[in-house]
């Protein structure tokens, strides 16, 4: 079955350093892969994604691209925020919609 | 656009006591998703409609677990007897029909069974 396996944390960075977050994933046929982030008393919100091999999702600053040959879709910021504290859940969806998602990984970014 | 509404956002109960969870999805979306996300855990899928049909209800609970969606609009989760096992948080996420679509999730429902 699908399978979504996230590097264990928690992360703590200070602030402007830069952010890599590990994700890796296995499926079968070809599925769309998301990172959903949840901050403190939130619910889960949509951060970026991507549908196809070499797709590369970025939004607020941060980047992920699929990586089809080494099953991947690392989360990257250039400079993170004290803001952007939060749990960042890596995710895919396969041709069912059904998302499978990692554990999740709790970012904590001094000032 | 309004989001995925959910309450209540917190219910305590005690085991063996019954509780529902009630989900109003995004306007016009036709998948309305159900999860169950345990402390320290990614949300694990328990239902998933389309319209009002169940399309996998393969990791709901069947024997104290159910849920419904009359009409194809809202939902509701409801979880008799309760365990302490079931202390989670319950999100509701609703998605167009196409496939792949993106889900979006609501605040959540915190339960905390004693």
């Known amino acids: 079955g699908n399978s979504v396996t996230q590097m264990e944390g928690p992360v703590t960075l200070s602030e402007e350093a830069f952010l890599t977050i590990n994700c890796t994933y296995t499926?079968?046929?070809?599925?769309?892969l998301f990172w959903y982030v949840q901050y403190p008393g939130e619910g889960l919100q949509l951060l970026l994604k991507?549908?196809?091999?070499?797709d590369k999702g970025s939004n607020k600053g941060f980047e992920a691209t699929y990586r089809k040959e080494t099953t991947s879709f690392h989360l990257e910021k250039g400079s993170v925020q004290v803001s952007d504290s939060a749990v960042y859940f890596c995710?895919?969806?396969?041709?069912?919609?059904?998302?499978?998602f990692g554990k999740g990984i709790t970012l904590s970014v001094r000032p | 656009e309004a989001g995925v509404a959910q309450s209540p956002r917190y219910k305590i109960i005690e085991k063996r006591q019954s509780v529902a969870f009630w989900c109003n999805p995004i306007?016009?979306?036709?998948?309305l998703y159900w999860y169950q996300q345990i402390l320290g855990q990614g949300p694990k899928l328990l239902i998933q409609?389309?319209?009002?049909?169940?399309?996998?209800d393969s990791q709901l609970p069947k024997d104290r677990f159910s849920a419904e969606r009359l009409k194809g609009v809202d939902s509701t989760l409801k979880i008799q007897p309760a365990k302490l096992e079931d202390s989670a948080v319950y999100l509701c996420?609703?998605?167009?029909?196409?496939?792949?679509?993106?889900?979006?999730f609501g605040p959540g429902t915190r339960l905390l069974v004693l």
């Open positions: 996420a609703s998605s167009g029909q196409g496939i792949q679509e993106t889900q979006y």
């Open positions: 499926a079968t046929g070809y599925p769309s």
């Open positions: 991507a549908t196809k091999a070499d």
């Open positions: 995710a895919l969806a396969g041709a069912n919609s059904k998302l499978t």
């Open positions: 306007s016009g979306h036709a998948t």
């Open positions: 409609f389309q319209n009002n049909g169940v399309v996998d």
